[in-house]
Nanobody, 118 residues
Framework: QVQLVESGGGLVQPGGSLNLSCAAS????????MGWHRQAPGKQREMVAT???????NYPDSVKGRFTISRDNAKNTVYLQMNSLKPEDTAVYYC????????????WGQGTQVTVSS
């Protein structure tokens, strides 16, 4: 089992920034694509960023240009840099790992709360 632990959430004013971290319990190099999802109260969980083992990133329009996902394989850690935060970014943010080879698996962290409010 792969364990993922998020940190870095908190309360921030609109326009502010936060950097979330996701520490994995195993090596993620080569085998795991990583991502961040968020879920606001009463809403469906939404993908906000993904990064492949090759470093290709993907973002939805809602966060494009404001959020940046990165990975440090040596540290088994994934980051989500969030800039120009808006109140609608308020949600629980979850780290996700996807393994496709040699076996397939999906793993989720416990989440970290991000609240954007003045």
């Amino acid at each position: 089992q792969v364990q993922l632990v998020e940190s870095g959430g908190g309360l921030v004013q609109p326009g502010g920034s936060l950097n979330l971290s996701c520490a994995a319990s195993t090596r993620i190099f080569t085998f795991y694509a990583m991502g961040w999802h968020r879920q606001a109260p009463g809403k469906q969980r939404e993908m906000v960023a993904t990064i492949t083992t090759g470093g290709t990133t993907n973002y939805p329009d809602s966060v494009k240009g404001r959020f940046t996902i990165s990975r440090d394989n040596a540290k088994n850690t994934v980051y989500l840099q969030m800039n120009s935060l808006k109140p609608e970014d308020t949600a629980v943010y979850y780290c996700n790992a996807e393994k496709h080879w040699p076996t397939r698996g999906t793993y989720w962290g416990q989440g970290t709360q991000v609240t954007v409010s003045s």
